[in-house]
């Protein structure tokens, strides 16, 4: 029930653990907004109201759309063709106007639990995003900064601050001008480590 919802979400907060909801409709997005959660994984396959996109901005709820997982769902239960005449478009036009009212999107993959998908850079995702129309900054602050708010860990990493985790990607190219820069790193640097690169351990 609803006040179960809400009292789930306050003790836990009370706690001081972050709730995040899976959601995969606009009715369940409603009652995880309304319960109180702090983000969301997934966009519904049906349209966010705009009203409801204004109360999760307002209430600096997140969301992970997740569009990958969808596809690799659709595909495996071999109605891809379908999914993307009648579902892709409500969760580009989703994404657009979340983006476009200024809400807080993580980059994700459903915590790693979706069959399909792949360890490493999220591209089927990236390429969701940037034929719904998002910008390759959009992309990049989504799967950095963003990703960082979404999971209540600004302040440790997300940015490049003195003091935050020494996280770093430096790749051959410009994203901004190429996306597929990101897939051709030069060299990872994780916790203040090389791991990938020049004198990786």
């Known amino acids: 029930s609803d006040d179960e919802l809400a009292a789930i979400v306050a003790v836990a907060r009370a706690r001081g653990a972050h709730v995040a ?6 009715v369940a ?7 109180g959660v702090s983000s ?11 009203e409801l996109i204004a109360l999760m901005v307002e ?6 759309p997740t569009i990958a997982v969808y596809e ?11 999914w993307r005449r009648l579902i892709l478009p409500a969760l580009y036009d989703n994404l657009r106007r979340f983006a476009a009212a200024g809400g807080t999107l993580g980059m994700g993959d459903d915590y790693g639990g979706a069959r399909g998908m792949t ?3 999220p591209s089927a995702e990236i390429g969701h995003w940037l034929r719904a ?4 900054m959009q992309v990049i602050v989504a799967s950095t900064g963003g990703a960082a708010r979404v999971l209540e860990l ?13 996280d770093l990607l430096v790749v051959e190219g410009d994203p901004l001008r190429d996306i597929d820069a990101l897939v051709r790193p030069l060299l990872v640097i994780h916790g203040g480590a090389i791991v990938v690169g020049a004198n990786a351990r």
């Open 40 to 50: 969301v994984a997934h966009s519904p396959r049906d349209r966010i109201p705009d």
């Open 29 to 35: 997005l409603r009652r995880a907004v309304d319960a």
């Open 119 to 121: 360890i490493g850079m």
């Open 59 to 64: 209430r600096d709820v997140a969301m992970v």
């Open 72 to 82: 690799g769902l659709a595909r495996e239960r071999g109605n891809l063709a379908e």
């Open 154 to 166: 600004e302040d440790e990493l997300g940015t490049l601050r003195p003091g935050l985790a020494a």
């Open 133 to 136: 129309g998002l910008t390759p």
């Open 21 to 26: 909801a899976h959601v995969d409709r606009a």
